[in-house]
């Protein structure tokens, strides 16, 4: 079954996106608007994070928003009743701020992920729930390519309280049969990601210097292997498996299943953007003691359970993404 087929079942179903004003959920939104959704958005725009209304820019009239805190269960509770399928991106999205602010992490990506469970328990029983998780729940990387069974041992408590919230959504499923699904993402990337500060998207970041013609600087050699997913890809496969029902109870790599060296990465910027320069430097104090290694995923059980087959290329994805940041940067940069 094709594509379009498989999404037209979106048509007038009842969607809720939380953090959906962020990079991931604004992306999905579009996509799901397109096939005739019922899209309500649940974003608390916290200043550190992606949240920007620009993001909804052509499909704002065809979307409810509402600024509001997953922590907030009145707010949750006045959302979740009559919902077909809920997708939860909000999160604290900073790996190097999670050990600065422990306890706000410890709030927003665990309890927030609690409070949306025990609403949909008790309200909304049957709705499909699906979470956003991270390969850093994983840690150091023993073995490439990384399949779902490798251990799980967090280097940093933003891997801990992804992994917690994994088992929130594993424990749901088993005790009290909610309909959850996890995905695991790799390095997410693409249009209407944030570029204001170095903290969650490393293309983000290295092609906003490149475009400001400064230089990018690359912590030791550079040699070490990430995959980058973009996010066209990433928002396709949360929903089909948003309307597959053999992905339930389940967690699944979602990549693009090929890596590339973080030096290569910021090659093809500089090549594509055509100014900014690369610097190596040295790794600062206590950055690599949570460097888990090169990465490559395993997709295959993704694709075998939705049908689903990444199709952009790292090159073709920091192309795209150039295209759009060369004409709406000004929108993604703080006055």
Known sequence: MNKTKILNEYADKQILITGGLGFIGSNLAHLLVSYGAKVTILDNLAPLY??????????????????????????????????????????????????????????????????ILESCKQLNPTVKILFSSSRLALGKIVENPVTEDHPTQPLGLYGVHKLTAEKYYYLYNKNYALRT???????????????????????????????????IKIFGDGTQKRDYVYVTDIVEAFARAGLNENTVGNIYNCGLGQSVEL???AELIVEIVGTGSIEYVPWPENYQREETGSFESDISRLKQAIGWQPKIPIKEGLKKMWQYYKINKDMYIPK
């Open 263 to 265: 030096r290569k990465m």
């Open 181 to 215: 699904t996890v995905l695991r993402l790799t390095n997410p990337y693409g249009e209407r990601q944030q570029i204001k500060h170095s903290k969650y998207s490393i293309p983000g970041w290295f092609m906003r210097l490149a475009m400001e013609g400064k230089p």
């Open 50 to 115: 992606g949240g920007n209304i620009f993001n909804l820019d052509n499909i704002r009239d065809n979307v409810r928003v509402v600024i509001g805190d997953i922590r907030d269960r009145k707010t949750v509770d006045s959302l979740v009743p009559k919902l077909n399928i809920i997708f939860n991106f909000a999160a604290q999205v900073s790996p190097t701020d999670s050990n600065l602010i422990p306890f706000e992490d410890l709030d927003i990506n665990c309890k927030g992920h609690l409070t």
